[in-house]
């Protein structure tokens, strides 16, 4: 980790720079979600797709640092679950701000973020 600040949520420049030189894998992931949600499907896709892809990435590893192979199938079975579950809590997020501003939201339900 850094002693850097990562960018306002909401400044995708700032954003981009980062993904650019490579900063934001060094930002908490809780920037990086709260990003994914702050910048929306409907900015820079591949500035979001980055962002998403990095938290995707880190989650994958910190529940392969807590499930044991010692489950059935390795514990990949709990590892996927378990990413799903986190992935679509920072989407439906997502889903509610746009519900209290359009009558018509997206179906983000069950969308991973490399489907942006």
Do not use: C
């Not at 306002?8 to 709260?34: C, H, M, P, T």
């Not at 989650?59 to 489950?71: A, Y």
């Amino acid at each position: 980790m850094t002693d850097e600040d990562p960018p306002d949520s909401k400044d995708l420049e700032a954003w981009r720079q980062a993904i650019g030189d490579g900063r934001f894998k060094n930002y908490r992931l809780e920037a990086i979600v709260a990003a994914i949600q702050d910048l929306g499907p409907r900015s820079d896709k591949a500035v979001v797709n980055s962002l998403a892809k990095h938290l995707s990435d880190a989650v994958l590893r910190i529940l392969r640092g807590l499930v044991g192979m010692n489950h059935p199938n390795q514990g990949y079975e709990i590892i996927e679950r378990t990413h799903g579950h986190i992935i679509d809590a920072v989407l439906q997020r997502l889903v509610r701000r746009r519900t209290a501003r359009t009558r018509n939201p997206p179906a983000y339900r069950g969308m991973h973020a490399s489907g942006w």
